[in-house]
């Protein structure tokens, strides 16, 4: 069974950092692609950032140039580096992968981490 497990939130000053890391774990050989969704009270889930296995990146357009994401591939780790944090980032993020392989088998189909409270506030 493949498992993601995140941490690192926490409560946060607007302009202050947190940085978030996601492990996977379950027999995974190889995962294609490693990202964060978020969710803010009465909002639905939309995505902050992913990473390829090969270091491709995306990014809502609201993060960038404050939030980095990062992997290690070895670890099945993705990380999310996030700075400059304003009120409108306090949210529930979530990690997920896509296209994991355990052993020689396969899957698309979406593995999601039970999330982590991020609440930017004074």
């Known amino acids: 069974q493949v498992q993601l497990v995140e941490s690192g939130g926490g409560l946060v000053q607007p302009g202050g950092s947190l940085r978030l890391s996601c492990a996977a774990s379950g027999g995974i050989s190889s995962i294609n692609t490693m990202g964060w969704y978020r969710q803010a009270p009465g909002d639905e889930r939309e995505l902050v950032a992913t990473?390829?296995?090969?270091?491709?990146?995306l990014y809502e357009d609201s993060v960038k140039g404050r939030f980095t994401i990062s992997r290690d591939n070895a670890k099945n780790t993705v990380y999310l580096q996030m700075s400059k944090l304003t009120p409108e980032d306090t949210a529930v993020y979530y990690c997920y992968a896509t296209g994991v392989t355990r052993g020689s088998v396969f899957s698309a189909m979406p593995y999601w981490g039970n999330g982590t409270l991020v609440t930017v506030s004074f």
């Open positions: 990473a390829s296995r090969v270091g491709s990146t």
